[in-house]
Every structure is written in structure tokens, then in C-alpha cells.
């Protein structure tokens, strides 16, 4: 297990379409996080779970957003009814106590 | 105000170069870390600090935790240190700062 792994890489995506994005964590890691970046911007978090309960969400987190951690691995995201506002790297991080490991992200570009 | 600020915003010096990159935070902490995030966008972790002062290889991060501030310096830059680097208080989750822009020329 080398890392946390982001699928996809990229994602180009028509406006109103559905997206899931799907997050790796390293297996040991009980905590996984889903942040948010745009461009200039440092990223902002989104939600996080501990094992498969999600514990916090963001007020960043609409309705057309959704999160789940099933079984307390890997995790999706899935944004309904996409808007250009949504267009972001989707970074997701795991961690066990105190140590953190990010992805390389998911870009959206919703056109 | 947010809840961790960093400056500069941006940053440019010469290869050779001793840089400092300034972090303030207003929230309660667990630890405190310093981020790297090259133009792909990945990004590597390079401390997490939670008291005193860290080194590793050229780089150094040091927190004050009565002051809430905290500063990552670069000794020796060279261009491949050019990146954004960002702070980010850690407590249940992460708070992060806007991030600096830092460019090394030649």
C-alpha cells in the first residue's frame, strides 16, 4: 500500500451531469477527509469519516453533495446535478492519529 | 478573518536564498503542518509540529504555541523548492491557509 490513490485523475463533466469521485486511503488509516481547492486557494475542508461513520460536514457540503464510506475503506463522493461553480481539485487525505497522507486529487472542470 | 493566515502570499528570491514563510492561527490546535503542493497539484507533507522546531535537510519549521504563529524556512533555495507551501492547523480536521507561492530563480 504506497499512498492514497484518487480516481479518477480528471474529470471533464457537462453541466447537470452526476459525478462520483472514489478515494483509496492506506489501509491502516481510520480517518479519511475530502477537502475542496480552487484554483489560488488553499484547500477548504468538505467532510470527514471515522471508519464509516461521518462524523462532520461542512456548510460547503449542498444537498447535490453526498459522501459514504461503506465499509470503512475506500470512499466516494458524488456531486448531482453538476454547476460550473463546482469546477475544483477534490483532494482526499487519510490519517491515523496524528500523521496525514493526501492524494493527488481529482480535477473537475464542469463545461 | 480567517482562521490561519500565511505570508507572503508570494514569494520570489534568488537561488541561494534563506526563506521564510510566516503562519498565524486563531483556532485550538492538535498539531500544526507545513505543506508542499507542486503544480500537479499533489500534495506531500513535510511537518507536523505540535511544540519547538523541526529540521529536515534544508528546511526548518519552527511553532510557537503561546504565540500561535508558527514559520517554515528554506536555507540554501534552489529552483526545484519553487511550489506552493501551506500551513494547516489540525485538530479534528484540518483548517489550511491560502498558501505561498514560492519562486526560486536561478
Known amino acids: 500500500d504506497t499512498g492514497v490513490s484518487q480516481n479518477p485523475r480528471h474529470k471533464i463533466t457537462k453541466r447537470g451531469q452526476n459525478v462520483t469521485f472514489r478515494c483509496d486511503p492506506i489501509?491502516?488509516?481510520?480517518?479519511l477527509y475530502w477537502y475542496r481547492q480552487t484554483l489560488g486557494q488553499g484547500p477548504e475542508f468538505l467532510t470527514y469519516?471515522?471508519?464509516?461513520?461521518?462524523?462532520?460536514k461542512s456548510r460547503l457540503l449542498s444537498d447535490r453533495f453526498s459522501a459514504e464510506r461503506p465499509k470503512g475503506s475506500f470512499s466516494t463522493l458524488e456531486i448531482q446535478r453538476t454547476e460550473q461553480g463546482d469546477s475544483a481539485m477534490y483532494l482526499c487525505?487519510?490519517?491515523?492519529?496524528?500523521?496525514?497522507?493526501f492524494g493527488s486529487g481529482t480535477r473537475l472542470t464542469v463545461v | 478573518k480567517n482562521e490561519v493566515e500565511q505570508s507572503p502570499q508570494n514569494l520570489t528570491a534568488q537561488e541561494g536564498e534563506f526563506i521564510t514563510i510566516n503562519c498565524s492561527y486563531s483556532?485550538?490546535?492538535?498539531?500544526l503542518h507545513w505543506l508542499q503542493q507542486h503544480p500537479g497539484g499533489g500534495i506531500v507533507s513535510l511537518f507536523m509540529?505540535?511544540?519547538g522546531k523541526k529540521k529536515h535537510g534544508r528546511l526548518i519549521a519552527t511553532i510557537n504555541i503561546q504565540e500561535k504563529h508558527s514559520s517554515l524556512h528554506i536555507t540554501a533555495s534552489h529552483p526545484r523548492d519553487s511550489a506552493v507551501y501551506i500551513c494547516?492547523?489540525?485538530?479534528?480536521?484540518?483548517?489550511f491557509g491560502a498558501g505561498t507561492r514560492l519562486t526560486v530563480k536561478p
Open positions: 487525505a487519510s490519517s491515523r492519529n496524528r500523521g496525514y497522507t
Open positions: 489501509s491502516e488509516h481510520n480517518r
Open positions: 469519516f471515522q471508519n464509516e461513520a461521518q462524523l462532520e
Open positions: 483556532v485550538g490546535i492538535s498539531a
Open positions: 509540529l505540535s511544540s
Open positions: 494547516a492547523a489540525h485538530n479534528n480536521d484540518m483548517r
